[in-house]
């Protein structure tokens, strides 16, 4: 079937460690995009790719880092910089066309512990 | 910049009352407009678009008109249902170039029976 999928579902990591999480699509979409959930503030945008190799950062860049190196794929790494790193990370992906929509992954819930 | 503003929730109705979701947007230019709802853990589906203006998107008895005049995308449905209650999200996308999709902060929907 063709869609979006994150993992892990749940991610525990200790302050001061890196983590990636994973996003993986197989719809051929050229856009893929990272948004960040917490309560009461809905979707802030991370980061985003427009195509392979490239991408821009979004509202709230600071303490992530993305890499787009192949068109299916589209990881962040959330460093130890990022200062409040507890949240639900929710990774979707866009076809060309206009007017098109963005499909979403089930997300992932990351607590630093 | 581009932004989203949704009404302020949380929102509760009782079963079979008449909802609307108010969402106003800035932007230059004419974007595509979408409703998504998310459910409790969750990422988010598309409910309905519009990507001109005077365009109407509907889907499972929801509705929403792309007013240019006013820039709103109001969320309409006539008799809610139990199954209703989730949070629902306005967003926007420019249909050239730049690919960045703004959200608003969503609006939480309880119905109540």
């Known amino acids: 079937d063709g869609g979006i999928t994150q993992s892990p579902k749940y991610l525990f990591r200790k302050e001061g460690q890196n983590v990636t999480l994973s996003c993986e699509q197989n719809?051929?979409?050229?856009?893929m995009y990272w948004y960040r959930q917490d309560p009461g503030q809905g979707l802030r945008l991370i980061y985003y790719?427009?195509?392979?190799?490239?991408?821009q950062k979004g509202d709230i860049a600071e303490g992530y880092s993305v890499s787009r190196e192949k068109k299916e794929s589209f990881p962040l790494t959330v460093t130890s910089a990022q200062k409040n790193p507890t949240a639900f990370y929710l990774c979707?992906?866009?076809?060309?066309?206009?007017?098109?929509?963005?499909?979403f992954g089930q997300g992932t819930r990351l607590t630093v512990v | 910049g581009d932004s989203v503003t949704q009404m302020e929730g949380p929102v509760t109705l009782s079963e079979e009352a008449f909802l609307t979701i108010n969402c106003t947007y800035t932007?230059?230019?004419?974007?595509?407009l979408f409703w998504y709802v998310q459910y409790p853990g969750e990422g988010l589906q598309l409910l309905l678009k519009?990507?001109?203006?005077?365009d109407k998107g509907s889907n499972k008895g929801f509705e929403a008109t792309y007013r240019k005049e006013t820039t709103s995308f109001h969320l309409e449905k006539g008799s809610v249902q139990v199954s209703d209650s989730a949070v629902y999200f306005c967003?926007?996308?420019?249909?050239?170039?730049?690919?960045?999709?703004?959200f608003g902060t969503g609006t939480r929907l309880t119905i109540i029976p």
């Open positions: 979707a992906s866009k076809g060309r066309a206009v007017g098109t929509e963005a499909f």
């Open positions: 719809l051929n979409h050229d856009a």
């Open positions: 790719s427009q195509i392979v190799n490239d991408f």
């Open positions: 932007a230059t230019g004419y974007p595509s």
């Open positions: 519009a990507t001109k203006a005077d």
């Open positions: 967003a926007l996308l420019f249909n050239f170039g730049n690919e960045k999709l703004t």
